[in-house]
């Protein structure tokens, strides 16, 4: 008795320093890395969906309805904020590690170092912390891979309960979830005819089905007409959500700016989470392997990683898709080499173990020490912190003279985010270019650079003048601010005045 109850001591002991683990590494300094303009987008639908009453679903977003829901819920409590943005992720990062304490796959040990793994993933903790689709999207992948890998070996309620929550999740979060699925099916067609005709057999499942998983499946097919449907003040988004998938297609086969190499995804994992790379040479040796479970993932995660690399549309966030089947793979190849006794067992555990020093490493410097560090594949198209210092500024001056928020802002450069969410402020926008018009007297005018002159002989006052690169890997943008409304004596970079006054000096 004494041993088993330090046994569970033990058990819970472990949990608990894993989730406050989680809890740390995901919170903590949420908001020292820039705001992104894909997190800019997310924060402004929601400022939409307060105007409108609901979300309106659009096929051509490519994003379904329930992390704009959640944001709103979590906004309604706490504010609108960037850490507000960036909470639901991270929320899903760390239930993404504590899942697994539910011990769904055996032996239980695999669910232990799965949990590890998922703790320490740089993509884990990197994606977690930007508030984005892709981490709550993930985390229902990972769900439904649970209940398929527990179906595989035990065909019970707790395997189907799992995959009818997973797979919801993820169709109400990406039209992706279609490469998800995909993936399964091939892994499937590897068990053979006669485990596939037992696992999927009427007999099986009506032995698996019960009444809680009818109530389950009724709640989730009515929280999802609800979503996609505006709580049906919008019924034709539910026929939209099939149409989704055409637009989607086209623009993952054409890219639309974002096209990579088809070695783009080993070339991040090299960089990036060199732990992944190893898993999946090890699910290359498990396609092989007798044990159904590592079989199928293994072929799972070498599917997704081969149709996520044809794909010429490639967002370095999606690598969160591709690392957590490799995680699964390298949990099951440890824990079955530690069972059987296997010789190499030290060796493959020795090269885990340096592997994951150097994916700590890598999430150590992408995510605290260098958090918009240039050289990182996970650092994409992200703002910068020159942007950040406009962006207070400004929003210093509107909070300390509330009059400034009616004032005439002209948002008139090619790329507006995250502009339209920073300035939410201001209740007086114009997203005009200002290569096409100047609007007269606005309190602030942003513009391309290539403008400069054009704006400057149209200044009916003193304005101040500021250059500054708002993106990673683009050209400056102008900004000028009102000389008479904003107080700049705190911003630290360059800055200079332009308009009549400067003219008619001596």
């Known amino acids: 008795m004494k041993s088993f109850k330090v046994t569970n001591f033990s058990h819970a002991a472990f949990w608990a ?21 894909d997190e800019s987008i997310n924060g402004w639908f929601v400022m939409q969906m307060s105007k409108l009453g609901y979300y309106k679903y659009d096929p051509n977003n490519y994003h379904g309805p329930m992390y704009f ?35 769904a796959l055996r032996p239980k040990a695999v669910n232990m170092v799965m949990a590890v793994l998922v703790l320490i993933s740089p993509a884990f903790i990197f994606f977690g912390r930007s508030g984005i689709h892709e981490m709550p999207f993930v985390f229902f992948q990972l769900v439904a891979g649970m209940g398929i890998l527990r ?8 395997a189907l309960g799992l995959f009818l929550i997973g797979l919801w999740g993820m169709m109400a ?10 993936a399964w099916v091939v892994a499937f067609l590897t068990l053979g005819w006669s485990h596939l005709r037992t696992m999927f057999s009427p007999e099986t499942i009506r032995l698996a089905w019960s009444g809680r998983l009818t109530v389950l499946t009724v709640l989730l097919l009515l929280i999802f007409l609800q979503l996609f449907t505006g709580f049906y003040q919008n019924l034709s988004g539910i026929v939209d959500f099939f149409k989704a998938v055409l637009p989607w297609l086209k623009t993952g086969v054409h890219g639309h700016g974002h096209e990579k190499s088809v070695w783009y995804w080993v070339q991040v994992l090299y960089t990036a989470e060199p732990l992944v790379l190893f898993g999946g040479a090890l699910a290359v040796a498990g396609v092989f392997s007798k044990r159904k479970e590592l079989r199928a993932v293994s072929v799972f995660s070498l599917v997704q990683l081969a149709v996520y690399s044809l794909i010429p549309y490639k967002t370095v966030w999606c690598v969160l898709s591709l690392v957590w089947g490799f995680y699964f793979v390298l949990a099951m190849t440890l824990v079955n080499a530690f069972e059987s006794r296997f010789l190499g067992r030290h060796v493959l555990a020795g090269v885990a173990l340096i592997l994951a020093a150097l994916g700590l490493r890598s999430a150590w410097i992408s995510v605290y020490q260098r958090p918009i560090d240039l050289t990182h594949p996970y650092v994409y198209v992200n703002s910068t912190y020159e942007l950040v210092q406009v962006s207070d500024l400004i929003t210093g001056n509107i909070l300390k003279k509330p009059s400034l928020a009616q004032q005439r802002m002209q948002v008139g450069m090619k790329e507006q985010w995250p502009w339209p969410w920073l300035l939410r402020y201001s209740n007086n926008l114009s997203y005009e270019l200002c290569s096409k018009r100047i609007l007269e007297d606005a309190s602030v005018y942003f513009c391309d650079y290539n403008v400069g002159e054009y704006v400057e002989r149209l200044l009916n006052e003193p304005y101040w003048k500021l250059e500054v690169v708002f993106r990673q890997s683009r050209e400056p943008t102008l900004i000028y601010l009102r000389k008479a409304d904003f107080d700049l004596s705190d911003y630290k970079g360059p800055k200079h005045i332009v308009g009549p006054e400067l003219e008619e000096s001596p």
């Open 17 to 37: 320093g894993l989730f406050l683990l989680a809890l740390i590494s995901r919170f903590a300094l949420l908001t020292n890395k820039p705001i992104h303009f």
């Open 69 to 103: 829901y959640l944001l709103q819920g979590f906004e309604t409590l706490w504010g609108r904020s960037l850490e507000t943005l960036r909470t639901v992720p991270a929320m899903f990062s760390v239930l993404s590690v504590v899942i697994l304490a539910w011990g």
């Open 151 to 158: 179906w595989i070996g035990r065909q019970d309620e707790k």
């Open 173 to 182: 979060l990406k039209e992706t979830f279609v490469i998800t699925m995909f």
